[in-house]
């Protein structure tokens, strides 16, 4: 009798032990499922913010091209750093009209903090120089944030890398990159994108330059293989004295008009620079309204 009741419960034990196993797996794929689904309403909120973008360029500047008051406008909001009580360096923006790209550059593209804040570029590197300056930044995989649209498709490995290998992609050439610092502005055109495995640091290197050009390299994630990394190559076209350059190429760094595209919320969340509303466009900023003018925004993504 007794070795009868043991077997009736260790067969309740066994029966309960598999359900409580069936509820926690049934829990687990629930709660992965809602993720996913969660996970993709996100996706589906992000859109592309809109960038000003240039009429043209052209290394010859008239008188009425120009605008010495509004260029001392855009400076102080390149020299504005909303960051420096945590020890960050912001040395410029980098935009991309055509892809809706505008993000802060700070120093230090090692850093997973100053990669949250925009883009990172190593430390001691200058733009326009001889040499080549290399930009990093996050790609989010929803083709806005970051530089995620520099990827040309979500999610897709393809063109980038297929089962043959790795690609060159010509898809962007001649698409105008434009960055800023405290003394100059900085027109760039994208000659290539390639794609290299994660470990190929050598694509930073000062002196990988494109036939000796003053070279911008761009480094982001490829999405879903993120062992690799999509390079986008650019060569500079002109730059022009930040007081001296072209009211219409400024235009892309007015934060009165314009917004970064650096956060998502559910991986740095944080808040952006400018803005996109249109009651900011005429006002004018002076040394003793500079702090009100800048508008920052908590990003809804």
Known sequence: MSKKKTRVNKKRSFKHWLITISLFLLSIGLLSYWGYQHYQELLAKVEPLKVYQPKKTSSKISKSESDTDYAKDILK????????????????YVGIPSRHILLPIYVNPYSSSTLNLGAASIKGEKMGQATNFTLAAHNFNNHVTGFSALQLTENKNAPYLTSSGTHSVQALKNTKVYTIDKKYLYVYKVKVQNTVYKTKVSVMDSNNTINGQPTLTIISCLFPNINYRIITRATLLVKYPVLKAPKDLLKVFDMRINQTNAHVNWWNPGQEEGSNMELWEDLRINELSFQRVICFRVCKF
């Open 77 to 92: 909001m390149v020299e504005w750093n909303p960051h420096a009580d945590q020890g960050k360096t912001k040395i410029g």
